[in-house]
């Protein structure tokens, strides 16, 4: 065979490739990544009797991913503020999973309470001996024009979305060092990928968060700490509800409609349980075009934000409510 006959063959091989990858890409709700460890992965039963402490468990995808997680035999912690929420959460686990009391921690917890990080950690090591896997994922949107958003917002914003976060982290950090190994799983956002506009605060609170935890991806490799970004798209949950606007103190306060597309919160939880049994480094859970958008910004960041300019806000306001 000579070398033009080799050519036609690598070009038929990779033209070949790029149209099965497009095509997964077109029926996907995630990366492509994902999807692949999804169907060919590492199950979710391989996190089966590790220590998984999630916070923001009391609702939307927290909640539901303590339900993965028990049904795959882990033994959790439930932190958020409300603890007549979390018990609620931890009697739906022990319905829905294979774990029985003693393996359900309920543990309230206000992450911008920095102070108490550190003996909310000695209570978890007291009761498991141990932490396998932090789940940050509490946090808040937000819903306001750039220009109007005071700076006691963008402070909170940072301190609910980041510094708790940071704080929590680090709280753990020692003991998963001590025991040779952990994983942070860290909830970012498709706006931590993207700009994304009427919320400046949270979009920047979440691009804030992948530097971060690079950094410490690089740094905790020799001591073996894996990190886990995840980024979630359109997802049913309260926190359009709860969003922060351009005020101090200020919710949103508008719900989500049932007949917006978005992904459902059971999904979203079931797709972040796999990326977490896989330990894979970042993943994206989203439906189109958010999820092929991302892709644009990531391989053609000048396209994509050439594209962001000319849609214009009310086409991309329409994409965020599900429309």
């Not at 686990?93 to 992450?111: E, F, H, K, M, T």
């Not at 979009?203 to 935890?213: P, V």
Request: hydrophobic fraction near 45%; proline fraction near 3%.
């Amino acid at each position: 065979m000579d070398w033009l006959s080799v050519l036609h063959v690598l070009l038929l091989a990779f033209f070949v490739f790029v149209i099965c990858q497009l095509t997964r890409l077109y029926f996907a709700d995630s990366d492509l990544t994902l999807q692949w460890a999804h169907h060919f992965g590492v199950p979710t039963s391989h996190l089966r009797g590790k220590v998984v402490w999630i916070t923001g468990a009391s609702s939307g995808i927290g909640e539901h991913l303590s339900y993965e997680l028990a049904a795959a035999g882990c033994r959790l912690v439930l932190s958020a503020r409300r603890k007549d929420e979390l018990e609620r959460v931890k009697k739906q686990c022990q319905l829905s999973g294979r774990v029985a009391d003693a393996d359900i921690l309920v543990l309230p917890l206000d992450v911008v309470k920095f102070d108490t990080h550190k003996e909310h950690v000695r209570t978890v090591i007291d009761h498991f001996k141990q932490i396998n896997i932090l789940v940050n994922n509490a946090g808040r949107s937000q819903r306001a024009h750039w220009q109007d958003i005071s700076l006691l917002v963008d402070r909170e914003m940072l301190e609910v979305n980041v510094l708790g976060v940071l704080s929590l982290t680090r709280a753990v950090l020692p003991h998963m060092i001590t025991s040779k190994g952990g994983q942070i799983v860290v909830v970012s956002s498709m706006a931590g990928k993207l700009g994304t506009p009427l919320s400046g605060s949270y979009s920047g609170s979440k691009h804030a968060l992948h530097g971060l935890f690079e950094t410490l991806r690089i740094e905790g490799h020799a001591m073996n700490i894996k990190i886990t970004m995840v980024c979630p798209g359109h997802v049913f949950s309260s926190i359009r509800q709860k969003a922060m606007t351009e005020k101090p103190g200020e919710e949103y306060g508008v719900k989500m409609k049932p007949n917006e597309r978005r992904m459902s919160t059971s999904r979203c939880a079931l797709l972040m349980a796999v990326a977490i049994a896989n330990q894979l480094d970042e993943v994206w859970i989203s439906i189109h075009p958010v999820l092929l958008f991302t892709y644009m910004a990531q391989y053609m960041p000048t396209l994509a934000r050439r594209l962001a300019v000319r849609i214009g806000m009310r086409v991309i306001e329409d994409i965020r409510h599900g429309k």
